[in-house]
């Protein structure tokens, strides 16, 4: 087996799990550091330079990072990672001369954004302090797309939404509301020197069962009603509700529900609870509000009386489910019929471009997805670029985002007469943490503490209006706690061959046994067999070294299991072993700079 | 922070042994000697050995004498019962301790200046006389805790860190415990921890004395150029002669081996140890022979590790001196001081 290539940018960025699975690659050691430092402007604008949106995303991210922490594998329960994106948001001064600025010119390129979401503003935040002129346009009377017109406001406040849109307009960004785009064609024809599509997933599924027609006005489409109920169109909902569906849209009917006045909601699933779509702390928080979740209903039928909504029919489904948690078979036990004022569907939303002609020189592939470059976003159309949930269907906005830096390149290069894969590489910037005797630059001692759990609003006081924050945010003392269970992943352990003369002294002193030293082996299955923890997650890389100058054995480091708390590098006679933090710089379009001839 | 500990961390899914303890529960205090010391690596391998053994640290008894080698007990099996005792006198306190309860598990850690200066005719006795113990001797040629003088285990040639050179020839521990009758004699290297694990492991099995030699350099004051108990050195001229595999009693010895290549020793509590020969002419169950070669490997200057020696028929002291299944504090008080008249008795019978 040939040793591990570390010069490889993405192997210490793959040690740091959450920034490897934040799409758009956070440095969350490196802010949660910040934070513990009391630097929460510093910790807001590290998180801004990949995000955009911390505020936001600090309160209704997906979170692909905690399920990736690696403190899941020690205690279960991951760093409460967005929760402390909220409090590097919630008490950062004033920041606005530390943002990119407007510039004094522009570069005379103009360039038009199509919908006012996080994929068309993460675009412009990028592109304008470079000169652009960008314009985005925005069919609604407000800005934010699905986080103005889909996320509730008890889950994400009006005020914290505009301050962070408006950082972005303050660049010089132009904002047409009220102005559809109803011809790709006509846009095309204004000469724009580049056409950014993030128009979303705007078409929620409807559900065509019997009766559907005759009880139209009592059943929603939840992201329509949604979009409705933000923009105080709807203010009220019957007292008796069924959510049909289970995913992320499906809790904020229910719980929008419960602020209209309905008494008794009931979401319903087709699949018990682990088939799920929703993430689980918006179940949670859900059910906290004595939302009821019905499992194994599959919808049948609206009932109707005297053409008005009065109920729906249910299968009542079974599952074999097998060994590794899957459905192989499914079968009807009976019926269930459950009296309700409405019904709101959030069973899948998808794109829509009615208002791209079939001649306009973009092609859709299969479902009428447009064909869009997954490393470039461009369309097939030179110049057209899409990204956020129009280019491949629903994600969420943290992928929203990363599309947008990425179409951000593409333009910026675009533009320049670039080539637009020649793309600047990620790289990684190492500098050892080591400050003396057992002194580090990092706080490398283990805390046991368990995860801080979210203070709510409590029940009684939350529903009286619509808008009423429910999570609390973290207090002092948990935030000072919170910070702690961060292992600090990307301070890197970096290993030097040459140095070692096999003491063992880092093998014995490891807390977890992730070291060994070995004779060379021929296959990385060989390595993990003789691991005290064979097992490990199949993204996790194990780490082996040159050959060891003595004896020609190797060092085995099973990065899985290591909590990177430096002591292997503390006992190190030789300092063959140093904790070096690791700054993994992605690249953005203000990055492309050297690039250009 | 001044100093630094070593947290223990329950992890998910951590391995355990048969008792539900992990490899943790067997680790003791942070060790304050210096960062790279060979007898890290010795303590860690008790860790392990007794982990594997799936052994309560509650049954263990570790004693030691004085040195950079005997503050270690302190690091590994927290649980365990032990003392530090006077430089040298170690297997004296052993002896004692082992005669009054012989149903612990008793493990002395000393080095080559507690045991082959000013203990050694404490640790010749306690051969001689089979008590059932485990000696770890951590070897590393200097006093390190005085900074570096040479030991009774230094080559003739050695350099100290500052220059001087070693005249005085060394005592080999395992050439004289196979001259006084030692049962198991065994040498290791800090730097194998499988083979050392083993050695313990079967060490810990035999009925009777067993001592494992350990070479663990001391990074601070004799791991330089022109030392013989260097890291490099040790590595350069370290021989494997015997692997023993240690064989509990619960499982059946499945390795296959050729015949001659292989031999199984059974041991007194149903398990065995497997001995393979990795030189083939070397015979670990003869006396003289081991230690023709011990000699002739002093000649090349040839580190001879592994199982070096063993005899399973000698009785240990404790069925040599008939001494009592149960220990002493759990027989009555009335029994072990039966009173005045007994004793006249006892004397009467003399006269």
Redo the contacts between chains.
Sequence with gaps: MKPTDTSNPDYFHKVVDCQWACPAHTPVPAYIRLIAQGRYSDAYLLNRDSNVFPGILGRVCDRPCEPACRRT????EPVAICRLKRVAADHRDDVTSRLPQKPDQTNGKRIALIGAGPASFTVANDLAPLGYECTIFEKLPEAGGLMRANIPAFRLPEKVLNEELQYILDMGVELKLNSPVSSMKALLDEGWDAVFVGTGAPKGKDLHLPGREEADANIHIGIDWLESVAFEHIDSIGKNVLIIGVGNTAMDCCRTSLRLGAENVKVMARKPRNFFKASEWELEDAEEENIQIVVNHSPKAFVTEHGKLVGMTFELMEYDVDDKGEITGQRIIGEETLPCDDVILAIGQENAFPWIEKDAGIEFGKWDVPVVDEETFESTHEGVFFGGDSAFGPKNIIWAVEHGHQAAISIHRHCQGLGLRDRAPREVELQSAKMGM??WRYSN??T?AERREMEHVALVDRFQRLNIEVELGFNAEQIAVEVQRCLNCDVQTVFEAPLC?????C???C???CLSITPVADSEAELRASL??P?APEDQSLYVSNPLP??GRVMIKDEN?C?H?G?CA?????SAWDMKEGVIKIPHADDQVETVA | MTSFVKPKIRRLNEPTNGLGKTRADYDGAMSTLCAGCGHDSVTAALARAFYELSTDPKDVVKVSGIGCSSKTTTYFLKDAHGANTVHGRMPSFATGAAAVNKNLTYVGVSGDGDSLSIGLGQMAHAIRRNVDMIYMLENNGVYGLTKGQFSASSDIGSKAKKGATNMLPPIDPAIMALSIGATFVARSFSGDKQQLVSLIKAGIAHRGFALIDVISPCVSFNDHKGSTKSYAHTYQYYHKAVHADYVPPSEEITASYDEGEAMPVELHDGGSILLRKLDKDYDPTNRASAMEKLMQSQQTQEILTGLLYIDESRPAMAEHKKLPETPLHSIPYSKLNPGADALRKLQDEFR
């Design positions: 594998r020690v205690d279960g057992f002194e001692a283990y046991a003369e096999e003491c063992d002294a093998i014995d002193v807390p977890v046994e005290s923890q097992e003595l004896t299991v909590l708390c002591l503390e006992r190190c006679p030789t």
